[in-house]
């Protein structure tokens, strides 16, 4: 998700300054979940395929049985991925 954020915003598709000190206190109760086994084995569970940054997302999601909010139209269609 952050990095997500940075690149978004690296691109020039959301104006967002990832730098802004008012960023990085917004974003300080977020819990950042690291990159496991499991969520690398839960990827090859995924019933579609997408970006890896999404799929990763995606698995954690899944490994962790947290609600994913997203508009991705392939996520969305998904019948493994909990939604919000």
Known sequence: MLWGLAKLAQLGRIDLDVDMEEFRRFLAPVQVWPLTYDICARMRKLDFRSDPADELI?????????????RDQKIRKSSVVPLA
């Open 58 to 70: 995606c698995a954690t999601s899944m490994v962790h049985e947290l609600p994913l909010l997203t």
